[in-house]
Every structure is written in structure tokens, then in C-alpha cells.
């Protein structure tokens, strides 16, 4: 297929402007292959480690020259003249140099962004697209399926400054036949929303993934908002499209209790199963993801007693796409769903394990971008070579985000009449 002739990583920057990492692979068959690393806002304390430098006189400490030096220096040396094709050796090399629980020596964010570029670079090689690379190393027979987009159109918590508590608000076009019709409901309803917004007199800024971002509303306001620019737009709640939550709960737990401050209100983790309740019977929601804090394991298994059968509950700070947590919370039932991001475990390896153990213990997979993107799509394969059936990469806004939607768009093309939009299957608890 291709042997390593050089790796050669840089410092670039994300859609925050912070700093992150850029990774070149060439072959030596003269493929050429290049990755870039997401960073997030919110993230679970049981994420791989992002590798910063802490110097305080570049990017405010934030930026990444170690890791790209452990690339350059480390890594690079011990992967020449691999083939390419052995994505699981390549990854198990680095894990070994690395050495830690969590890569604290080498950075999941320089591991990643060469385990990415080796499977982007195998792609080429064998000259097949990346989603037709990641179902051949998962040995998936499953058709290829569109995933449904979730479109964050709202952000709030760590996403957007003096906004919501919950972190977002999406939308779920299932209720039609492609990805095609799925992403036009979800721009129209976007635009709808913006103009509602304005019509009020609130701010339509933007927040880290491209959803507005208002000052001073409650949970249930901008609940209601959405809801109206599904109506004004001529869609069906509830029929073509559905609500979801990611709340990002461990943002506002606080000593024991859940903080909703703009709804002034301090809730035990029972008394937040039970908000949701209220929620769940006013809105057509479909998916609540990382409802609870990520260590009341407890409470998470009352949320999906709860709600699991008719619910989507899904794990983010409560898995960080590892699968040693996933195996916690299959046993003790305490979710439905996993939310994918492979920079949380660091490499593609890992992340296709993780996604197999879900798929085969009948949790959905949600395929998912960061606060701080890149342009790079690799997200919107991942999603159609492992059949996953959802994705969510922010709202049908800021190039970063689009990227990923415009990538499924010409994959549903290249697929022709083979291409299945996944839908209302998602549903089907």
C-alpha cells in the first residue's frame, strides 16, 4: 500500500484561534496525507490529555509546540518505513512510546493527529474514500448509511458567553428520505430562527459551533423559540423534526447540586431526572446527552430507567469515548448512547473499538465535532464507514461546521441510489 517516508507535524490554528496541531504524512509512493486536531471547551476530566505548553508569553499558554516536537522528534522516528496499511500497529506504537494512562508524555493531540493522517494517507493509497478505509480496518458488512444530522442552532454554557445553562440546543430532521432534505429543513429552520430573534430584539451572534447565542433567556424561552421556527418554516415537530439537549451537566454541578442560575433554581440529582421529566412532556425531545454529572452514576441510571426506553441518553463526560467507561455503563445500565470524539480517547484505533463495543451491546453512537474545529472532515466518513446513524457538528453555519455537512452531501451523491438516510430509524429504541 505505502511505506512511512515522512511525518512532519506544525502548530496551526482552530475555529477559536488557539492554537492546535497540523500533521503531514507522505509515502513513499509520493501519497501525500494531512490531519489537523480538534480541541474542546467543555470537556470530560477523564479526556486523554491535550498536550498545551503553558508558556504564558505564546498564545496565553495555549500552545501546542511540544506536542508537535514530540511528533517531529519521537514519533516520526519510530514509524518510518511503516506501512501505512497497519493502522492498529501504527496506533500501538505510539500508545507504547507514549506509555500512559492518559498520553501525558507524548499529547493525545499529537498521537491523534498522526494516527489520523496515516488512515487519511491509506485511504489515498488504496485509492478508495476514507468512509470505505474505516468500514474495511472495522470489517463492517453493514450498507452505508447517511447519518442524521443533529444541529446545534442554540448555544449556550461553556459555548457562549452569559447565555442558556444548558450547553445546546439541537434539531433532529429525521422525519425524511435523505440527508439531502434533512440538511435544507435544518438551514431553513436556522435562518427562521435568526429572523425571530432579531424581530424581538435579541442578539443573533453566534456561539462556538455557529448556533445563536441570546443573553439572559430561560431553558423553556429558547425551547419555545426553536419550536416556532420549526412551525414558521412549515415543518412538523414531532413528525419531520426533533429536539435535542445537550445539557453538559457537570458544568453547573456544584457541591452536590445542579446550579441552573437563569432558571433560579438549585436542584438534587433526582429533583434534575424530574426537570427533565417537565421537559420531555412539553417538547418533542428526542435525546438528552451528558444530563447529569459525569461521576453521579447513580443518578444517570434513575435518568435512563426513566426515560431509556423512548429516550436517547447519551454518555459524553460520562464515556469520553473510552471503552473502559462504556463497559461501566453497559453493566450498570446507566445510558443508551455514546457520543463519539476521537480526541477524547486519541487515536482511530481506540475510537473504532469504542464504536464496535457500543454497536454491539445496542447503544447508538453519535458521531461528534468540538467547540474548536478545523476544516478537516474526517468526522462526516467516520459517521458513514461505521454506519453510526447520527452525527453533530454544530449548527449549518461557520465554515468549520459546514465542511462536514457538505462532505455528506457528496458522499450521499457518490453513493447514488445506494445511499440510505438513516431517519426515523434512530428513533427505534
Known amino acids: 500500500m505505502g511505506k512511512i517516508k515522512s511525518i512532519v507535524a506544525r502548530e496551526i490554528l482552530d475555529s477559536r484561534g488557539n492554537p492546535t496541531v497540523g500533521v503531514n504524512i507522505t509515502l513513499d509512493n509520493n501519497i501525500s496525507a494531512f490531519s489537523s486536531v480538534p480541541s474542546g471547551a467543555s470537556t470530560g476530566s ?10 504564558p508569553k505564546r498564545y496565553k499558554g495555549k ?3 511540544k506536542a508537535v516536537e514530540n511528533i517531529n522528534s519521537i514519533i516520526a522516528k519510530a514509524l518510518i518505513s511503516k506501512d501505512v496499511s497497519g493502522q492498529n500497529e501504527i496506533d500501538a506504537i505510539m500508545i507504547e512510546i507514549d506509555g500512559t494512562e492518559k498520553k501525558e508524555n507524548l499529547g493525545a493531540n499529537a498521537i491523534l493527529g498522526v494516527s489520523l493522517a496515516a488512515l487519511i494517507a491509506s485511504s489515498k493509497s488504496e485509492k478508495i474514500n476514507l468512509y470505505e478505509r474505516i468500514s474495511n480496518i472495522t470489517e463492517s458488512k ?4 447517511l447519518p442524521v444530522p443533529m444541529l446545534n442552532i442554540m448555544n449556550g454554557g ?3 458567553v452569559n447565555s442558556t445553562d444548558f450547553q445546546e440546543f439541537m434539531i433532529i430532521p429525521a422525519g425524511f428520505d435523505s440527508f439531502n432534505q434533512a440538511i435544507r429543513a435544518g438551514s431553513e429552520i436556522y435562518s427562521t430562527l435568526g429572523k425571530i430573534l432579531e424581530k424581538d430584539g ?3 451572534n453566534v456561539g462556538y459551533e455557529g448556533g445563536f447565542a441570546p443573553s439572559g433567556l430561560t431553558n423553556y424561552q429558547v425551547l419555545d423559540y426553536v419550536m416556532k421556527a420549526i412551525d414558521d418554516s412549515g415543518y412538523k415537530p414531532g413528525e419531520e423534526i426533533y429536539l435535542a439537549l445537550d ?7 456544584e457541591s452536590g447540586s445542579y446550579n441552573l442560575s437563569k432558571e433560579n433554581r438549585v436542584l438534587s440529582s433526582e429533583e434534575m431526572v424530574d426537570y427533565y421529566d417537565e421537559l420531555i412532556n412539553k417538547y418533542p425531545i428526542f435525546s438528552i446527552e451528558d444530563g447529569l454529572y459525569e461521576d453521579d452514576w447513580d443518578g444517570w441510571k434513575k435518568l435512563n430507567d426513566k426515560f431509556g426506553d423512548n429516550t436517547q441518553i447519551v454518555g459524553d463526560d460520562l464515556f469520553v469515548t473510552q471503552e473502559k467507561y462504556l463497559e461501566k455503563g453497559i453493566d450498570n445500565k446507566c445510558a443508551n448512547s455514546i457520543l463519539i470524539k476521537f480526541n477524547q480517547v486519541g487515536t482511530i484505533t481506540e475510537t473504532l473499538q469504542t464504536i464496535k463495543t457500543a454497536q454491539s451491546n445496542n447503544f447508538s453512537c453519535v458521531i461528534s465535532h468540538r467547540s474548536g474545529e478545523t476544516e478537516d472532515t474526517t468526522i462526516a466518513d467516520l459517521s458513514v464507514g461505521t454506519s453510526s446513524g447520527q452525527i453533530k457538528t454544530g449548527a449549518p453555519a461557520r465554515s468549520e461546521r459546514v465542511a462536514k455537512y457538505n462532505r455528506l452531501l457528496r458522499i450521499e451523491e457518490e453513493l447514488g441510489l445506494e445511499s440510505i438516510y438513516s431517519g426515523k430509524s434512530i ?3
Open 158 to 160: 461553556a459555548h457562549a
Open 427 to 429: 428513533l427505534k429504541k
Open 247 to 253: 445539557t453538559a451537566a457537570s458544568e453547573f454541578y
Open 202 to 204: 435579541h442578539s443573533t
Open 142 to 145: 453493514k450498507k452505508f448509511t
Open 46 to 55: 477523564r479526556e486523554a490529555l491535550e498536550l498545551r505548553d503553558n508558556d
Open 63 to 65: 500552545g501546542v509546540l
